[in-house]
């Protein structure tokens, strides 16, 4: 592809994770990922049926004690119409409220509706009943979920979500891509 150049990037996170249990598969994620397999369920973004993994596309497990819940299924149920505007250096309230459709939560929300989980029997002391639910999982290859240059936890979310986007002929998105096909003529 003409004029196409490679991009390098490091990314560094600091984040503090809040107190939580030790990783286990929760029976709602045990649940999501039979009745996937049961279903058929392929990589949302390769099609492919083998080696697949369940990604936590919205909320990581470990995160789930930083959320208020209360709020989250407020705003599905419509009892939330505004949220607090957050100072974006402290993320303290600054005094201002905004309606609540302005915000990506509302849009989360609205996600996992349009998928179908009820949110009239989410029980906001079970988060995992949320974050483990089918709804919120994105099947992808095990490539496509933790590897580097493609991983959805190895690369930024703007170039992860360039792979479910059909390429142009031509067009290379990793250097191992080319190593990968010169293998495959070999």
Request: with cysteine; glycine share 6%; aromatic share 14%.
């Amino acid at each position: 592809m003409e004029n196409e150049h490679e991009h390098k990037a490091v990314a560094s996170e600091d984040i503090f994770y809040p107190d939580h249990d030790a990783r286990t598969e929760s029976k709602t994620f045990l649940k999501t990922k039979r009745d996937g397999k049961k279903a058929g369920l392929r990589c949302a973004i390769t099609g492919q049926s083998e080696d697949v993994e369940y990604h936590h596309a919205t909320l990581e497990y470990a995160f789930q004690n930083a959320v208020r819940w209360d709020i989250v299924k407020g705003i599905a149920l419509g009892t939330v119409k505004e949220l607090p505007v957050l100072d974006p250096y402290t993320w303290e309230p600054t005094g201002e409220m905004a309606p609540v459709e302005g915000f990506l939560i509302f849009w989360i929300v609205e996600f996992f509706k349009w998928r179908g989980f009820d949110f009239e029997a989410f029980d906001p002391a079970f988060p995992e009943t949320f974050v483990d639910s089918a709804q919120a999982m994105l099947v992808l290859h095990k490539h496509l979920h933790r590897e580097k240059n493609h991983g959805v936890h190895a690369i930024t979310g703007p170039i992860f979500l360039l792979q479910a986007f059909p390429f142009v002929d031509g067009f290379v998105f990793s250097p191992d891509e080319l190593e990968a096909r010169h293998k495959t003529k070999e």
